[in-house]
C-alpha cells in the first residue's frame, strides 16, 4: 500500500549533514519526497512509497547520524501520495 508521511524532526539537525543523510536513506528504500531545513532550525520532510519502506525510513532518521542528536520526529500519514517522481533536496 502506497503511503505518504510528513515529519518535522527537532534537535540538533543543521549543519550536521542530516539532508544528505535522509536523502541517501529515501533513496536505500526506493522512496520519494523531499527534506529542507526550517528557519527554526528543524526539518521538515516527506516520504512517499511503500508503507513498510516508509516506516523504515522513519525509523533510520529518528536514529540520526553520529553528529544530530534528534529529540523528537512528529509523523503526519497521509494515505493519498502525490506521486512525486524523485527525492530532492530543497534549499
Not at 508521511?5 to 534537535?11: K, R
Not at 520519494?32 to 532550525?41: D, F, K, Q, S, Y
Not at 512509497?49 to 529529540?71: F, L, P
Request: aromatic content about 8%; overall charge positive.
Amino acid at each position: 500500500m502506497k503511503a505518504r508521511a510528513h515529519l518535522i524532526i527537532e534537535g540538533k539537525v543543521k549543519g550536521v549533514g542530516f539532508r544528505i543523510f535522509m536523502s541517501e536513506v529515501a533513496l536505500s528504500c526506493g522512496l520519494t519526497g523531499w527534506v529542507m531545513n526550517l528557519p527554526n532550525g528543524n526539518i521538515e520532510a516527506v516520504f512517499e512509497g511503500e508503507r513498510k519502506s516508509v516506516e523504515i525510513a522513519i525509523c533510520k532518521c529518528s536514529q540520526g547520524t553520529t553528529s544530530a542528536r534528534i529529540s523528537k520526529v512528529e509523523v503526519d500519514w497521509r494515505e493519498k501520495p502525490e506521486t512525486l517522481t524523485t527525492f530532492m533536496i530543497r534549499y
